[in-house]
């Protein structure tokens, strides 16, 4: 009797549910945006054990206490603790969680789907569908190949949307030819979204794993601030990623190349052109890429050509159509990184201002402003690139891009060479001028040498991309 009993205190201490396996989890703090994790558990008995993993890093599940269906447990992300009370059955674990600096929320697990039983009975077809805010389209060919590219899209003013019915086109065509699946999140928000791209293309590859199962090789690739978005994802989940495909992206030393580039060609042309864009720290309510706006921009240009020709002069813009829609591009994303990250970002107080036909006046003339420290976090958290690649990344260019110039895409394997290792990391150009002007053959061409590089060891040679 004693032993019956105690087996039974036991049995009845233990959940019916055996939480051993992967987990998809949501938790989300009063007040504040959901935080995507994932979970791997192993039950035995009453013990439970695992490991939490984020975008921030991984921590142990420790101090689980398992009653039926009730349980509690604490996991590590860095050095913060979370303290979770919950009930478990099914496949769902379902309660709340403390955190550090008084954060409370709610916690939501999911079991993800085992990928022997997520294969697909039938290849081909589409999905769209929502991943929290974001919205996102999953291609399927018929001649899948077991294989995955996950794709991130350039600046778009509003998240991006897909249409199930329409078909694809492209680049996106070209990797369903071979055989690729091709997942693509449209971003929960537009803008300047490093910060959601990374974490909403993150989130929708393991959605893609969990419900078709693992593909034997993922690829990440992107446009623009797509790449910078690819970038990021290949340096912060190399485990997660094959190879990396970065195209146009400004993936130079974050700070240096917005202050360089965006900030100082809004300070240099404020000088030129002053109250045209507002300030280069008050950008103007009224600013946009409407065709109204660039207009206004051109007119004032050609109204005073001789400050048109110091402009370009100074930066290299070849025309007063490319100083307009560059000029108006610059001052909206400054606005916006203001916005995201509460000021601004760049201190021009020790620049010294060089190309112009008179540089002692324009140094002289030029406004200077100091950078707000929160701002330059973020503009380092989303994202500067680390430059230690774990995996193979094929990076191309053009040779002349107004947006996006030639001496910031070199940057990336500077930083890579001062790191004392370039042997995960190509270079290549296409003799064109214009931001991302690559044709879907030379883009195709270039993906498949990445495929080679990664199948077969075969690093692919530097220089022009045919």
Same mark, same amino acid.
Not at 126 to 146: F, H, Q, S, W
Not at 309 to 323: D, I, N, P, R
């Given at each position: 009797?004693?032993?019956?009993?105690?087996?039974?205190?036991?049995?009845?201490?233990?959940?019916?549910?055996?939480?051993?396996?992967?987990?998809?989890?949501?938790?989300?703090?009063?007040?504040?945006?959901?935080?995507?994790?994932?979970?791997?558990?192993?039950?035995?008995?009453?013990?439970?054990?695992?490991?939490?993993?984020?975008?921030?890093?991984?921590?142990?599940?420790?101090?689980?206490?398992?009653?039926?269906?009730?349980?509690?447990?604490?996991?590590?992300?860095?050095?913060?603790?979370?303290?979770?009370?919950?009930?478990?059955?099914?496949?769902?674990?379902?309660?709340?969680?403390?955190?550090?600096?008084?954060?409370?929320?709610?916690?939501?697990?999911?079991?993800?789907?085992? /990928?022997?039983? /997520?294969?697909?009975?039938?290849?081909?077809?589409?999905?769209?569908?929502?991943?929290?805010?974001?919205?996102?389209?999953?291609?399927?060919?018929?001649?899948?190949?077991?294989?995955?590219?996950?794709?991130?899209?350039?600046?778009?003013?509003?998240?991006?949307?897909?249409?199930?019915?329409?078909?694809?086109?492209?680049?996106?065509?070209?990797?369903?030819?071979?055989? *690729? /699946?091709? /997942?693509?999140?449209?971003?929960?928000?537009?803008?300047?979204?490093?910060?959601?791209?990374?974490?909403?293309?993150?989130?929708?590859?393991?959605?893609?794993?969990?419900?078709?199962?693992?593909?034997?090789?993922?690829?990440?690739?992107?446009?623009?601030?797509?790449?910078?978005?690819?970038?990021?994802?290949?340096?912060?989940?190399?485990?997660?990623?094959?190879?990396?495909?970065?195209?146009?992206?400004?993936?130079?030393?974050?700070?240096?190349?917005?202050?360089?580039?965006?900030?100082?060609?809004?300070?240099?042309?404020? *000088? *030129?052109?002053?109250?045209?864009?507002?300030?280069?720290?008050?950008?103007?309510?009224?600013?946009?890429? !409407?065709?109204?706006?660039?207009?206004?921009?051109?007119?004032?240009?050609?109204?005073?050509?001789?400050?048109?020709?110091?402009?370009?002069?100074?930066?290299?813009? !070849?025309?007063?159509?490319?100083?307009?829609?560059?000029?108006?591009?610059?001052?909206?994303?400054?606005?916006?990184?203001?916005?995201?990250?509460?000021?601004?970002?760049?201190?021009?107080?020790?620049?010294?201002?060089?190309?112009?036909?008179?540089?002692?006046?324009?140094?002289?003339?030029?406004?200077?402003?100091?950078?707000?420290?929160?701002?330059?976090?973020?503009?380092?958290?989303?994202?500067?690139?680390?430059?230690?690649?774990?995996?193979?990344?094929?990076?191309?260019?053009?040779? *002349?891009?107004?947006?996006?110039?030639?001496?910031?895409?070199?940057?990336?394997?500077?930083?890579?060479?001062?790191?004392?290792?370039?042997?995960?990391?190509?270079?290549?150009?296409?003799?064109?001028?214009?931001?991302?002007?690559?044709?879907?053959?030379?883009?195709?061409?270039?993906?498949?040498?990445?495929?080679?590089?990664?199948?077969?060891?075969?690093?692919?040679?530097?220089?022009?991309?045919?």
């Amino acid at each position: 009797m004693r032993l019956f009993a105690a087996l039974f205190l036991f049995a009845s201490s233990c959940l019916a549910t055996d939480l051993s396996g992967k987990w998809d989890v949501t938790a989300s703090p009063a007040g504040k945006a959901p935080m995507k994790l994932d979970a791997v558990l192993k039950q035995v008995g009453s013990d439970l054990s695992g490991t939490v993993n984020s975008m921030i890093g991984s921590g142990p599940v420790k101090n689980a206490v398992l009653g039926n269906p009730d349980l509690t447990f604490q996991f590590m992300l860095g050095q913060s603790l979370f303290d979770v009370k919950a009930v478990a059955g099914g496949d769902e674990i379902k309660g709340t969680f403390t955190g550090p600096r008084n954060m409370r929320g709610t916690f939501l697990a999911r079991r993800a789907m085992m /990928a022997a039983a /997520a294969k697909f009975t039938v290849p081909g077809g589409v999905e769209t569908g929502k991943l929290g805010e974001a919205e996102y389209r999953i291609d399927i060919p018929g001649n899948y190949n077991g294989s995955l590219v996950v794709y991130c899209h350039g600046y778009s003013a509003e998240p991006g949307k897909f249409d199930k019915s329409k078909q694809p086109e492209g680049l996106m065509k070209e990797f369903l030819a071979l055989g *690729y /699946a091709v /997942a693509q999140s449209g971003y929960s928000a537009g803008g300047w979204a490093v910060k959601e791209g990374i974490e909403d293309t993150e989130a929708l590859r393991k959605f893609f794993t969990g419900k078709y199962g693992k593909p034997k090789r993922t690829f990440v690739a992107g446009h623009s601030m797509g790449g910078v978005i690819t970038l990021a994802l290949a340096e912060t989940h190399p485990e997660a990623y094959d190879a990396a495909l970065q195209m146009c992206g400004p993936i130079g030393p974050t700070q240096t190349m917005f202050q360089k580039r965006l900030f100082d060609t809004l300070v240099v042309y404020d *000088y *030129y052109f002053p109250d045209i864009i507002g300030t280069p720290v008050a950008i103007a309510g009224d600013l946009s890429l !409407q065709q109204e706006f660039l207009e206004r921009i051109e007119k004032e240009a050609m109204n005073f050509p001789d400050r048109l020709a110091a402009f370009q002069k100074w930066s290299g813009l !070849q025309s007063e159509t490319e100083v307009a829609q560059v000029v108006a591009f610059y001052a909206l994303i400054q606005k916006e990184l203001m916005t995201r990250a509460g000021g601004n970002a760049f201190d021009n107080r020790n620049t010294l201002y060089q190309g112009s036909p008179d540089d002692g006046l324009l140094n002289r003339g030029v406004k200077r402003y100091p950078a707000d420290p929160k701002a330059v976090e973020y503009l380092g958290k989303y994202y500067t690139p680390k430059a230690e690649p774990k995996i193979p990344i094929l990076s191309l260019h053009t040779v *002349y891009d107004p947006l996006v110039p030639a001496w910031q895409a070199n940057a990336y394997g500077d930083m890579v060479r001062l790191h004392g290792d370039g042997a995960l990391y190509v270079q290549r150009f296409v003799s064109r001028a214009g931001h991302c002007k690559f044709t879907p053959s030379e883009t195709i061409h270039a993906f498949e040498d990445l495929v080679t590089w990664k199948e077969q060891g075969k690093r692919p040679q530097a220089g022009e991309q045919k």
